[in-house]
């Protein structure tokens, strides 16, 4: 079953505008990650935020965690047409076993 | 160059055919694992692997099989491939349970 759900799953905007997106997630976590995907590629890193965490930032990205609701928000500010990508929300949920991944949200930037 | 490498990148085959995919990190990770990715479904893990001869399954381990004779190599096989499994996977690695992940560039199976 999906640990993690992304909200929106599909988000255009054009080069400059901010770009939110959330993941919600069922279970207690260790930490949770996200990654992004260009188009028929590998996952790739961007930040990880630890359970007793509240905001993570990496240079344009900022992640905040709240672990009471069980969410995390991605925001990429400024954001330009090499953003365009789908991004995964990853939830650890100890032992170092497993990362269970969200469905994606596609973001599309637009000149 | 750190990396994980996932071969073959693409493979058309038919059903029934046995098949291997390899995948060999060079970073000296002990957390291997396979995933496959369908649209909609996001990412699902297929098997996992702790360390040599450690291994385990993911959600959907149903017609896979792995080993792990060796750190850095983490082979997914497919003994009797079918239809339902033609997807894109990926091969991820990690120096421990709380770190990030390394991905490969995927291998996109087709069976026929």
């Known amino acids: 079953s999906q640990q993690g759900e992304e909200d929106p799953q599909a988000l255009s905007i054009q080069e400059g505008e901010n770009a939110t997106m959330n993941c919600s997630y069922k279970?207690?976590?260790?930490?949770l990650q996200w990654y992004r995907q260009n188009s028929g590629r590998g996952l790739v890193h961007l930040i990880l935020?630890?359970?007793?965490?509240r905001e993570k930032h990496s240079g344009r990205l900022r992640v905040t965690l709240d672990t009471s609701k069980k969410s995390s928000s991605l925001l990429i500010t400024a954001s330009r047409a090499a953003d365009t990508a789908s991004y995964f929300c990853?939830?650890?949920?100890?032992?170092?076993?497993?990362?269970?991944f969200g469905t994606g949200t596609q973001l599309k930037v637009e000149l | 160059e750190a990396q994980v490498t996932q071969n073959p990148r693409y493979l058309i085959t038919v059903t029934g055919k046995k098949l291997t995919v390899t995948c060999s990190q060079n970073?000296?990770?002990?957390?291997m694992s396979w995933y496959r990715q369908d649209p909609g479904l996001g990412l699902r893990q297929i098997y996992y692997?702790?360390?040599?001869?450690?291994?385990d399954k993911g959600d959907v381990p149903e017609g896979y099989k792995v080993s792990r004779k060796e750190k850095r190599n983490f082979p997914l096989i497919l003994e009797s491939p079918s239809p339902n499994q033609t997807s894109l996977y990926f091969c991820?690695?990690?120096?421990?349970?709380?770190?990030?992940?390394?991905f490969g560039d995927g291998t996109r199976l087709s069976i026929l």
């Open positions: 990853a939830t650890d949920t100890g032992g170092g076993n497993k990362l269970t």
């Open positions: 991820a690695s990690r120096a421990t349970g709380t770190q990030p992940q390394h």
């Open positions: 970073m000296n990770h002990e957390y």
């Open positions: 279970t207690s976590i260790n930490n």
């Open positions: 692997s702790m360390n040599v001869e450690v291994t």
């Open positions: 935020i630890r359970s007793n965490e």
